[in-house]
Each structure stands twice: as structure tokens, then as C-alpha cells.
T-cell receptor, first 114, second 118 residues
Framework: DAGVTQSPTHLIKTRGQQVTLRCSPK?????VSWYQQALGQGPQFIFQ???????QRGNFPDRFSGHQFPNYSSELNVNALLLGDSALYLC?????????????FGNGTRLTVT | AQKVTQAQTEISVVEKEDVTLDCVYE???????LFWYKQPPSGELVFLIR??????QNEISGRYSWNFQKSTSSFNFTITASQVVDSAVYFC???????????????FGSGTRLSIRP
């Protein structure tokens, strides 16, 4: 049973560029959330997708956008990259949209912006 | 405002010692959920436990135990007879129901880095 898979594992981009990160949820899961984890910090919620709609959003600018596909996989897009966007981006999936559903996390994508 | 505080940034103990990781949370909601996650060096966050706000029973799972006290807004995590494999960063987290869609976001603390020395 495959868990949450993310690609790529590492990425280096230049300031001002755009990046797309991808996530496949754990088999049977229908909800995907994205988190940003800066070095030495806890993950911060970016947004959550359920039924192909953004259900909730954290305090991130519009440069961060996402999408969920009919097969429940998801993409995170970041435009006009800033040095401060360098972080580990974690994707998490769960079975239903709800506060008591434990998240299953992927290994993350390490994004470095130079 | 919702907030999770893990005051201990780093803890180092010798193998077989017991260790407690502290977690204090803030929320105005009456219904909420508390979690603990483990993050080994590989980076993946591993779910350990979920507790809802109406269940204050302590829980034990093998060498792990959790103490939930609403009166002090704390949800502490104890590892008994620690092992080197327990070395990781541990995160306490809080989630609430937001809006009619019941979508939620999880708020993580800043984590406690636990090192178990052989």
C-alpha cells in the first residue's frame, strides 16, 4: 500500500521563477493538505483540497496556488519565488475532510531558492 | 488565536531514561483535536496519537504515554525507557473545525529535538 508520494525530492530555483510540486495521496485518501516547513520550525499550513476545491487556506500570499485532480492527486504552484520560500514542502493526505482525521505525510520536497 | 507552544527546543538523555515532552496549547474552541507527530531525519512526519477535547483519559501505547489536562491546556508526551531509535523531532499539533465544510488546518508547535545517547 503506497503512502503519500511527492516529487521531486529536491529542487533548486532562482528568485523570480515559478515552481510546481506534485503529490499523490495515500491509497483511499481523498483530501490533500500542503504545509511549508522552514528549517528548525514546525510545518505551517498552506491550504487543503477536498473534492477538487480549496477548502481552507493559511496565511500565505496568492503566489501560492494549488490544484486537485479527479484522481485526488495535487499540485502546489509557487510564482515569483522569493529567497524566503526556501523550505521543505510537505504534502499530507487523509480520508475525509475534517478536524479529527489524522494526516499521513510524504517525505517532502526540499526547495532551495537562490 | 490558536497556538501550540513547545518550550523545550532540545532534550538529550541517556538511553533507558524516561523523558517527557511538554506541550501547551491555546484555543477558544470547545471542540478541538490534539496530535503528536514524530519527524525522523528522513523528514517524513509520522502520526503518533490523536486526542479530542472531550476525552481526557490518559493513553498508553507501549513505551509511549500521553497526559491530557484541559485545566492547564497541556498535552504532554512521555517516553519510558528511551531508545536510540526514539531520536527525532517531535511535534505537538492542534486542529479545530472551521466553517460549515468542516475543513480544518493543523497548527504545529515548533518541535522538540530529542536525542537519545547510547
Amino acid at each position: 500500500d503506497a503512502g503519500v508520494t511527492q516529487s521531486p525530492t529536491h529542487l533548486i530555483k532562482t528568485r523570480g521563477q515559478q515552481v510546481t510540486l506534485r503529490c499523490s495521496p495515500k491509497s483511499g485518501h481523498d483530501t490533500v493538505s500542503w504545509y511549508q516547513q522552514a528549517l528548525g520550525q514546525g510545518p505551517q499550513f498552506i491550504f487543503q483540497y477536498y473534492e477538487e476545491e480549496e477548502r481552507q487556506r493559511g496565511n500565505f500570499p496568492d503566489r501560492f496556488s494549488g490544484h486537485q485532480f479527479p484522481n485526488y492527486s495535487s499540485e502546489l504552484n509557487v510564482n515569483a519565488l522569493l529567497l524566503g520560500d526556501s523550505a521543505l514542502y510537505l504534502c499530507a493526505s487523509s480520508l475525509v475532510a475534517g478536524p479529527n482525521s489524522p494526516l499521513h505525510f510524504g517525505n517532502g520536497t526540499r526547495l532551495t531558492v537562490t | 488565536a490558536q497556538k501550540v507552544t513547545q518550550a523545550q527546543t532540545e532534550i538529550s538523555v541517556v538511553e533507558k531514561e524516561d523523558v517527557t515532552l511538554d506541550c501547551v496549547y491555546e484555543t477558544r474552541d470547545t471542540t478541538y483535536y490534539l496530535f503528536w507527530y514524530k519527524q525522523p531525519p528522513s523528514g517524513e512526519l509520522v502520526f503518533l496519537i490523536r486526542r479530542n477535547s472531550f476525552d481526557e483519559q490518559n493513553e498508553i501505547s507501549g513505551r509511549y504515554s500521553w497526559n491530557f489536562q484541559k485545566s492547564t491546556s497541556s498535552f504532554n508526551f512521555t517516553i519510558t525507557a528511551s531508545q536510540v531509535v526514539d531520536s527525532a523531532v517531535y511535534f505537538c499539533a492542534l486542529s479545530e473545525a472551521i466553517g460549515p465544510s468542516s475543513a480544518s488546518k493543523i497548527i504545529f508547535g515548533s518541535g522538540t529535538r530529542l536525542s537519545i545517547r547510547p
